[in-house]
């Protein structure tokens, strides 16, 4: 990614006096932390069935887990990160990540079905605040030239989590119960926060500024605004489809657990590779990647609604869409913080804001559609806001000013 250099604008100022090797440990530990927070958010896409079953609630109504998180770390962000504007962010996101190992501690004893959804909310604003300042802590603690390559490396736990940690989370479940699998997250989060402590030095916050400041930013930065509404349709569209995808495919196929487990960990693969091809594509145009991929992500949606209903149709379908999901993931992020890179912490607040309310509301629009008229219309629905996202990007300039 070279973002940054095309912006010609220093992101942060750097720690001082930190070895490389320490540096970039810490970026492992804040990949592991994305590691973490991304499967527990979620986590029930792959644990829906059960989750709905064990609770006694609707295939709908479990999908208000994944909303009760996205709606937490979506619209407490900008206010969370502005108020601790001036606290060390090592000692921010171990707070974080006590947070979340707590959270999932108690979602997995949890009484009742309400309790889960308060600890859920709960763990939303620290899931996103970490989307808020993870990225840029990585690329404080290495050596300026690799900046890029630090964030490169970060983004990467997406891609991890959704090879390794939502197909696991599955595999868990059929093998003891989700109340198991949540308590075996709740001991990562603890050992990824012993991670954080042990490798991140010391952080002051640099570049935060205030809640008026932040909700400013949008106002008067058009480039930024527009990348907020295309994430607003992409997100939309992605997670309202995808959060359906295990009982769409139980629907239309008959799949078992094991091709479930196995499906999703293509999709990951899938993410893996169009993290790698994003990360080679966005040197060269942001805009032609994200609207490639957006592209190849209709494909991939049609496919599942063509020749969904054989089992090589569906593999083919859901590598591609993990694909394009890695380029549209990496191209949105650029394009945030070559929208703001004096602002970059408070300008993705902004962009987590949006994405994980839309990860809300996704789940909670495919909740409305898969409980009233059928699992077959999710997937529609992300097709048009899908595309939605692909012509606001198509039609609006290759070089929109950045203020005005």
Same mark, same amino acid.
């Given at each position: %990614?070279?973002?940054?250099?095309?912006?010609?604008?220093?992101? +942060?100022?750097?720690? !001082?006096?930190?070895?490389?090797?320490?540096?970039?440990?810490?970026?492992?530990?804040?990949?592991?932390?994305?590691?973490?927070?991304?499967?527990?958010? *979620?986590?029930?896409?792959?644990?829906?069935?059960?989750?709905?079953?064990?609770?006694?609630?609707?295939?709908?109504?479990?999908?208000? /887990?994944?909303?009760?998180?996205?709606?937490?770390?979506?619209?407490?962000?900008?206010?969370?990160?502005?108020? +601790?504007?001036?606290?060390?962010?090592?000692?921010?996101?171990?707070?974080?990540?006590?947070?979340?190992?707590?959270?999932?501690?108690?979602?997995?004893?949890?009484?009742?079905?309400?309790?889960?959804?308060?600890?859920?909310?709960?763990? &939303?604003? $620290?899931?996103?605040?970490?989307?808020?300042?993870?990225?840029?802590? #990585? %690329?404080?603690?290495?050596?300026? !030239? @690799?900046?890029?390559?630090?964030? =490169?490396?970060? /983004?990467?736990?997406?891609?991890?989590?959704?090879?390794?940690?939502?197909?696991?989370?599955?595999? *868990?479940?059929?093998?003891?119960?989700?109340?198991?699998?949540?308590?075996?997250?709740?001991?990562?989060?603890?050992?990824?926060?012993?991670?954080?402590?042990?490798?991140?030095?010391?952080?002051?916050? =640099?570049?935060?500024?205030?809640?008026?400041?932040?909700?400013?930013?949008?106002? !008067?930065?058009?480039?930024?605004?527009?990348?907020?509404? /295309?994430?607003?349709?992409?997100?939309?569209? @992605?997670?309202?489809?995808? +959060?359906?995808?295990?009982?769409?495919?139980?629907?239309?196929?008959?799949?078992?657990?094991?091709?479930?487990?196995?499906?999703?960990?293509?999709?990951?693969?899938?993410? #893996?590779? &169009?993290?790698?091809?994003? &990360?080679?594509?966005?040197? !060269?145009?942001?805009?032609?990647?994200?609207?490639?991929?957006?592209?190849?992500?209709?494909?991939?949606?049609? /496919?599942?609604?063509?020749?969904?209903?054989?089992?090589?149709?569906?593999?083919? =379908? %859901?590598?591609?869409? &993990?694909?394009?999901?890695?380029?549209?993931?990496?191209?949105?992020?650029?394009?945030?913080?070559?929208? #703001?890179?004096?602002?970059?912490?408070?300008?993705?607040?902004?962009?987590?804001? $949006?994405?994980?309310?839309?990860? $809300?509301?996704?789940?909670?629009?495919?909740? *409305?559609?898969?409980?009233?008229?059928?699992?077959?219309?999710?997937?529609?629905?992300?097709?048009?806001?899908? $595309?939605?996202?692909?012509?606001?990007?198509?039609?609006?300039?290759?070089?929109?000013?950045? #203020?005005?």
């Amino acid at each position: %990614m070279t973002t940054q250099e095309e912006t010609n604008t220093p992101l +942060t100022t750097p720690p !001082k006096q930190i070895s490389p090797t320490r540096g970039w440990l810490g970026v492992a530990a804040i990949t592991a932390s994305l590691f973490v927070f991304l499967t527990t958010e *979620l986590m029930p896409i792959g644990l829906l069935t059960p989750l709905s079953e064990s609770l006694g609630v609707s295939v709908g109504s479990a999908g208000l /887990m994944v909303t009760a998180q996205g709606v937490a770390a979506g619209l407490g962000v900008p206010f969370i990160v502005a108020w +601790t504007r001036r606290v060390n962010r090592r000692r921010l996101l171990t707070t974080l990540l006590a947070v979340l190992a707590v959270g999932n501690l108690i979602t997995s004893i949890a009484p009742n079905y309400p309790l889960i959804l308060g600890t859920r909310l709960i763990m &939303g604003f $620290a899931s996103g605040v970490f989307w808020a300042i993870g990225v840029s802590m #990585a %690329m404080r603690i290495v050596p300026e !030239k @690799h900046a890029n390559r630090a964030a =490169a490396v970060v /983004m990467s736990g997406i891609s991890i989590a959704t090879v390794v940690g939502i197909p696991l989370g599955t595999l *868990l479940e059929s093998a003891t119960d989700w109340q198991t699998t949540f308590l075996i997250w709740s001991g990562l989060s603890a050992l990824v926060f012993l991670a954080v402590a042990l490798t991140i030095p010391s952080l002051p916050s =640099a570049n935060a500024i205030s809640v008026r400041e932040v909700f400013e930013l949008p106002v !008067k930065n058009v480039q930024l605004r527009v990348v907020l509404v /295309m994430v607003v349709f992409f997100v939309l569209g @992605h997670f309202g489809a995808y +959060t359906f995808v295990r009982p769409y495919l139980e629907d239309s196929t008959s799949a078992t657990v094991g091709f479930i487990t196995v499906i999703l960990i293509v999709f990951g693969v899938g993410g #893996a590779i &169009g993290n790698f091809i994003g &990360g080679q594509t966005v040197n !060269k145009s942001l805009r032609g990647s994200f609207i490639v991929g957006g592209l190849i992500m209709i494909a991939a949606l049609v /496919m599942l609604l063509t020749v969904g209903s054989s089992n090589v149709g569906v593999i083919a =379908a %859901m590598v591609l869409w &993990g694909l394009a999901f890695g380029v549209v993931q990496l191209s949105q992020i650029n394009m945030t913080l070559s929208a #703001a890179p004096d602002t970059f912490e408070a300008a993705m607040s902004l962009n987590t804001m $949006a994405y994980n309310t839309c990860i $809300a509301a996704g789940a909670l629009i495919g909740g *409305l559609f898969a409980d009233n008229v059928g699992v077959t219309s999710v997937v529609w629905f992300g097709i048009v806001m899908v $595309a939605l996202a692909v012509i606001l990007r198509a039609f609006t300039g290759r070089r929109t000013p950045a #203020a005005v």
